[in-house]
């Protein structure tokens, strides 16, 4: 049996029998790749004599998208005369041809109904959603309003965004195709890597949101009452501190300033540098009923006024225990604090972005995200994560963050309808993948 017929004998078409196409033995057989823009890939086995139109039926038989349906983009170029053979169009060996069918892009006149349908549905269910039109509201104003007085209007702002959406899927599948057009050129192989590899983020992304949403939620730290000298103290329990760390206003308070030796007076160094004014070489804490013994760090750069690091925690066998929520300490429970009794320090983290692109909470030093791939200004901290100092602040407005991205990239997603802060904030997310940060804003 020949390649030829190895390539067709699928199953019979509804429009076209398998016996109409016929293969010269001659012709000269090569293997072609189909791919559409939901990622489907189609191998083929056709021959340089084969016509267009005898090749679309095979891709009907492993596609099901009918002939008639079929938009054929080979180097970026549509293949319209279905006459021509696939040596004339210029097709070789191991091309990839893109498979755009036409109710990917705008729906035909016949079936306008369905999307209207759609839209319909779509916009009763956010009028049924008071978040989701509040977060409509601020994302986009027009279609919210349109939502509530004039459901011809969203139809038609929803089917204008959904075609966006295709227009921008078509120009990144005509982009693919061009790049791998040539597969000996390097720069277009990096391309295709690095587009490979943004999808997979984008997959993993999606897969964490779906199934993982409370990771992308805040945690509160962990804080338990204590008294200090008699003075009572919320203290947050960190094992990630190497020391206990008091602030000097904490000091004062607990009346114990006086008893700091400056001889132990240095810099920490981390995320930035504090100031360490001295020592307190042992002060009574009581935790719970348990009146212990422990040495201070007296550190300025903290809000925070007492942090109790893993000297001390190890010093009485603590036990961090999350299932009760409580620090275990000798024969002690002593139950971690709510958020609704923390202080201010402790219930609302103030963020800052590092120059690496890292967020970094400004009051305790704790790195809340890493800086981004590829950075060379990783941070490599020695010191613990209570023992940090406030970071830099901020670098730039919101304005300035924009030129990090390309400005085409920002006004195609502004075409969407939503706003430049927004569209950046979305970038900063997908690390500049225009697709990915169409899909997260589409999700609002």
Known sequence: MSACDQGIRRRPSSQTT????????????????????????????????????????????????????????????????????????????????????LHFGLAPQASSQTPMNDSEMMRLRMLGNAQSMQQLEQTFPEMADAARNNPTRFAQLLQEMQNRQVELERARMREMAALQAD???????????????????????????????????????????????????????????QVTVMSPDCAEKCGIMRLVDKRFAGVAKGVGTAKIIGRVHSAQIRVGDLFLMCSFTVMEGKNIDLLLGLDMLKR?????????????????????????????????????????????DAESGAVLQPPREGSTNAVGSSAPSGAQSAPTPPQAASGSTGGRFPEESIKQLEALGFQRAQVIQALEVADGNVDVAAGILMQF
């Open 18 to 101: 398998l016996h109409s196409i016929v293969c010269e033995s001659k012709a000269y057989t090569m293997h072609v790749l189909v791919t559409t823009p939901s990622g489907d890939v189609y191998h083929l086995d056709v021959t340089t004599s084969m016509a267009l139109e005898d090749m679309k039926v095979l891709v009907e038989i492993e596609s099901g998208v009918t002939a008639a349906q079929q938009t054929l983009l080979h180097n970026s170029v549509e293949l319209r005369d279905d006459k021509k053979t696939l040596e004339e169009l210029g097709i070789k060996d191991n091309d990839m041809i893109l498979l755009t069918p």
């Open 183 to 241: 597969p000996f050129d390097v720069e277009a192989q990096r391309k295709i890597e690095e587009a490979i590899r943004q999808e997979a983020i984008a997959e993993n992304l999606d897969a964490a949101m779906e199934h993982n949403p409370e990771m992308f939620g805040s945690v509160t730290l962990l804080y338990i009452p204590v008294e200090v000298n008699g003075t009572k103290v919320t203290a947050m329990v960190d094992s990630g501190a």
């Open 316 to 360: 009485h066998q603590a036990c961090i225990d999350l299932k009760d929520n409580a620090l275990r300490i000798q024969d002690a429970l002593v139950p971690f604090l709510p958020e609704s009794e923390l202080p201010n320090f402790g219930r609302h983290e103030e963020v800052v972005e590092g120059q690496d692109g890292s967020l970094i």
